[in-house]
């Protein structure tokens, strides 16, 4: 995955989320449950301002349960409709469909007030890029969905995804996502994106992302060398390097221990959660 965003790029995008949000009644938003707040945008709050929303933690698999049970709890705190999933199993997605009910209780009960029933919740999901929002999609609207075609006051080419009526009304999915950009000036957001894998940039050097991870793996997972790699690990991050490349059989043609083939096999592994459930950010 490859990203690039340019000030052009995010008016863009703002002026086309912008434009979808006059149609919605519902923003789901989408990040990563490994770094919950580096995948998420800043400017979220005032661009969906006044919207009823709800924030999907995604690629829970991947991320470590006690960690997302704690993230889940915190957002709760602050009043936000919020759970976790995984995106590629339609079994665990259908419980959004009662979070979606939940959330937009308040909307429906104002509704019926008014004398307007069943009026469809419409909904968009926004993200930044390779949180999962096409998966989401994808598995959501599954087959069950009908596309309900071209709308009066709709741009031209979206289309809606009829979701399954529910006892709770229905639910109708942009299908296009909101694409929102990550915090890039943040340099510790940015390395989080790089070590899950949403950034690569020829800039970014492997090697020295690598000795990141171990540095931080050696505080918060420590176990991780012995159990996948079968070493106990030095407390210097390039040493560990060292053993990694070791334990890999990574050598250059003289002989001498390949690191940079070291740091790639150690991130590769990391991004394919080989290294077992791991949350990067803590509550
Ligand atoms: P986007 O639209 O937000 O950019 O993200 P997209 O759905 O393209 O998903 C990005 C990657 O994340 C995809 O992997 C997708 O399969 C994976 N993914 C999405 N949700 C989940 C999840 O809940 N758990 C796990 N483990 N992975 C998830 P990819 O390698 O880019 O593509 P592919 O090899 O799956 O085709």
């Not at 790029?9 to 770094?35: F, G, P, Y």
């Not at 939940?102 to 926004?126: F, Q, S, T």
């Not at 299908?175 to 690569?200: C, M, N, Y």
């Not at 407390?235 to 053993?243: G, I, K, P």
Request: charged share 30%; with cysteine.
């Amino acid at each position: 995955m490859h990203f690039q965003w340019f000030p052009g790029h995010m008016t863009k995008a703002i002026r086309s989320m912008r434009e979808d949000l006059k149609l919605i009644d519902l923003v789901i938003e989408l990040a990563d449950a490994r770094i919950p707040i580096s995948s998420r945008n800043p400017e979220i709050d005032s661009l969906v301002q006044g919207k009823t929303r709800i924030l999907l933690l995604n690629k829970r698999d991947m991320a470590d349960s006690s960690s997302t049970s704690a993230w889940i709890k915190h957002f709760e705190s602050q009043g936000i409709y919020a759970m976790a999933i995984n995106a590629k199993q339609k079994n665990e997605i259908r419980a959004v469909s009662d979070l979606i009910a939940k959330a937009c209780h308040e909307k429906r009960e104002r509704d019926l007030k008014r004398g307007i029933k069943n009026r469809p919740v419409r909904a968009m999901i926004v993200g930044i890029p390779n949180v999962g929002k096409s998966t989401f999609i994808n598995t959501y609207a599954g087959r069950a969905s009908t596309k309900t075609g071209n709308k009066p006051g709709v741009t031209r080419g979206k289309q809606w995804i009829r979701l399954n009526k529910g006892v709770d009304g229905t639910v109708e999915l942009l299908d296009t996502p909101g694409i929102l950009w990550p915090k890039f000036e943040d340099q510790i957001v940015g390395l989080h994106l790089a070590w899950i894998g949403s950034i690569r940039d020829e800039l970014i050097i492997n090697t020295d992302l690598a000795l990141d991870l171990i540095e931080f793996l050696q505080e918060f997972y420590p176990d991780v060398f012995e159990k996948v790699y079968g070493f106990l690990p030095n407390e210097d991050s390039v040493r560990v390097l060292n053993q990694l490349a070791e334990a890999r059989g990574c050598k250059s043609k003289g002989g001498a221990p390949d690191l940079d083939r070291a740091a790639f096999l150690l991130l590769d592994d990391f991004r394919n959660a080989r290294l077992g459930t791991i949350t990067i950010e803590k509550p």
